[in-house]
């Protein structure tokens, strides 16, 4: 059984960085795709990164891109994604999900396994 547990969520001012951090347990990940995901109050969960764990590829959200780095420790099955310059809209509840397979989707259902999810508020 798949089991991702994220951490490293907090609240911090507008232009501040921040990591957050997935432990992804009960698997050998080097056929899936571990990606993050984030939503909004009110909003639809939405597609922020995604990475290939076999060879690092990465894909990213144009809301993002440039601001976000999204990386994996294959020695320790955890997966990242850098915040900087953060903005107010990037305010949100951010899961990491896994899939098994080698294409990069960007669609939330297309994900079997799920994290609880951890809060990340940016204050101005």
């Known amino acids: 059984q798949v089991q991702l547990v994220e951490s490293g969520g907090g609240l911090v001012q507008a232009g501040a960085s921040l990591t957050l951090s997935c432990a992804a347990s009960?698997?050998?990940?080097?056929?899936?795709?571990m990606a993050w995901f984030r939503q909004a109050p009110g909003k639809e969960r939405e597609f922020v990164a995604a990475?290939?764990?076999?060879?690092?590829?990465?894909n990213y959200a144009d809301s993002v891109k440039g601001r976000f780095t999204i990386s994996r420790d294959n020695a320790t099955n955890t997966l990242y994604l850098q915040l900087n310059s953060l903005k107010l809209e990037d305010t949100a509840v951010y899961y990491c999900?896994?899939?098994?397979?080698?294409?990069?989707?960007?669609?939330?259902?297309?994900?079997?396994?799920w994290g609880q999810g951890t809060q990340v508020t940016v204050s101005s």
């Open positions: 999900a896994a899939r098994e397979g080698f294409v990069m989707s960007t669609t939330r259902t297309n994900y079997l396994y």
């Open positions: 009960g698997r050998q990940f080097n056929r899936y795709i």
């Open positions: 990475t290939r764990w076999s060879d690092g590829s990465t």
